[in-house]
């Protein structure tokens, strides 16, 4: 029988599962305490619980805590974690190591629906939305998980098409009772999708990221299909009616095509778009990726790109690239692995 994991459910579920079980509701708050303050792998390790109740939640429950099946590690530092869920597939999180932060990078599904042209996790289709569980176990089980000071959720995976799990994982990061995280040092990633977007909004304090890549509607669309029923015009809509100029942040990202996104006709339009928004903008070097015909800008464009959005009054950086010989693309990983575990 496959157990049900413990970790991913918030505090009153733990309570239910306590006072289904005939134990005092507190040992709702005892459990949650060991998995997310004292982080355990196994319920025997619950020594405050008497070992007849702790026989009675391992007979239905499990911890749910994976640990990666596979590091590759770059000369830059930076750590690609590969994870394998329930159902035999695999995900990547990626740990970045900076000078004043370490900043993990989460999945938050196995493939991904969007197909987005330049990406190899659109490559891979849909496989499944991860659990809480599977989403907090990447942040809980790497090796440097103490040390963690920022999560990106930019990893496999549009994390608003999984909303359910994203706030769930969401509010036990944030909670008093789950890690005490602040939600100034999380960041979630969404290609833009509104109805969706929206409840985020208005639901967490976490920081947001827009993926834009292009001003213009019509070269939008020929990378990321969502353009489509998600007009970027329409989610700037949506983003005005928030209040992005105190503590949380919104910010856009730009991957950099050379010759398609990169011209000062962009650059002009781009300003021109997020006038009236309290933003920045991140500029992202293109890895390349099997299968499509793309280059990354040169680092003359990129520098003038970034110039012109500064000097137009929208900070602008240009992200670093980390990890180039770990296979960078988001996906690449996961997908040369599922094609090995087909072979083996
Ligand atoms: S870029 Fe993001 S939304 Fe687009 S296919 Fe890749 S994972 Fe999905």
């Given amino acids: 029988m496959t157990k049900i994991a413990l970790i991913g459910k918030t505090v009153d579920e733990l309570k239910a599962v306590a006072t289904e079980l005939n134990m005092p509701s507190f040992t709702g708050k005892q459990i949650a305490d060991w998995l997310y303050k004292k982080r355990i792998f196994s319920i025997d390790e619950m020594s405050n619980i008497s070992v007849g109740n702790r026989q009675k939640l391992n007979e239905l429950y499990e911890v749910g805590r994976t640990l990666p099946s596979h590091t590759a590690e770059s000369v830059d530092g930076t750590k690609k974690y590969l994870f394998k869920t329930v159902d035999n597939n695999f995900i990547e999180s990626v740990y970045i190591p900076e000078d004043d932060r ?4 989460v999945s938050s599904q196995v493939g991904c629906k969007m197909n987005c042209l330049f990406c190899m996790t659109g490559k891979q289709g849909f496989g499944a939305h991860l659990t809480a569980a599977e989403i907090l176990s990447q942040i809980l089980s790497i090796p440097e998980a103490e040390k963690l000071t920022n999560l990106v959720f930019m990893g496999m995976g549009e994390p608003l098409d999984n909303l359910p799990n994203l706030l769930r994982a969401l509010e036990i990061l944030t ?29 967490t304090n976490c920081h947001l990221a827009v993926s834009l890549h292009s001003p213009f509607a019509e070269e939008r669309l020929k990378l990321m299909p969502i353009q489509k029923a998600y007009p970027a015009e329409e989610i700037l809509k949506e983003l005005r009616k928030h209040d992005f100029s105190h503590q949380r942040r919104v910010s856009f990202e730009y991957i950099m095509f050379d010759g398609l996104n ?29 299968g499509a015909d793309l280059k990354t800008s040169n680092e003359e464009k990129m520098i ?31 997908t040369m692995e599922k094609q090995k575990s087909k072979v083996e």
């Fill in 304 to 334: 003038f790109f970034r110039d012109y959005l500064t000097n137009n009054g929208i900070t602008t950086t240009i992200r670093k690239s980390r990890g180039e010989d770990i296979f960078a693309a988001c996906g690449m990983l996961s």
């Fill in 102 to 105: 370490n900043t993990l990078c």
């Fill in 175 to 203: 909670a008093d009772y789950g890690y005490g995280w602040s939600p100034r040092r999380i960041t979630v990633s969404t290609i833009g999708v509104i109805p969706k977007m929206k409840i985020f909004l208005e639901t």
């Fill in 262 to 290: 990169d011209s000062l006709r962009h650059a002009v339009e781009m300003v021109r778009i997020l006038k009236g928004i309290d933003c920045r903008v991140n500029l992202i070097r293109f890895h390349a990726i099997p």
